[in-house]
């Protein structure tokens, strides 16, 4: 038997809000295709699961995009977006990343620099002291 393969429609690029279908080939076992965002930097580690679907050992899928956020690459902090195929245990079968931006691209995050000359600012917030 093949080595389970998530085959996604096109190339691999999406504009917020669109269907991503594809096909699932090589497995052996019912479970579940999910599609998700992670982020990867500094920071907090955060993932949203934005669809998901049963699907059997092989066959068809579709999946909703939101409107954002989308894929980018920063300094300090990414975002990606990709597909899991599970198997019923929660075993990762297959994953592949995708592309969503409104460009169709990676949304390249500029560094800022603050201005010479100028003084950071520390602001305080409502309640703290």
């Known amino acids: ?15 917020p809000g669109e269907r991503v279908r594809g096909e699932l080939s090589g497995g052996s076992a019912a479970g579940e295709i999910r599609l998700f965002w992670i982020t ?3 920071g907090t580690q955060e993932v949203g699961v934005e669809d998901q679907e049963a699907v059997g ?3 068809y899928f579709e999946l909703s995009l939101p409107p954002a956020p989308y894929t980018t690459s920063g300094t300090l ?3 990606e977006w990709g597909l899991e195929w ?3 245990s929660g075993e990762v079968l297959s994953a592949c990343e995708i592309i969503v931006s409104p460009t169709r691209q990676v949304i390249q995050l500029e ?3 603050p201005e010479v000359g100028t003084k950071r600012r520390f602001f305080r917030f409502a ?3």
């Open 1 to 15: 038997m093949s080595e389970p393969l998530i085959q996604v429609e096109g190339d691999g690029t999406f504009l």
């Open 40 to 42: 990867k930097g500094r």
């Open 57 to 59: 050992a092989a066959g």
């Open 77 to 79: 902090v990414s975002i």
């Open 86 to 88: 599970l198997d019923a």
């Open 111 to 113: 560094r800022v620099e």
């Open 127 to 129: 309640g703290s002291s």
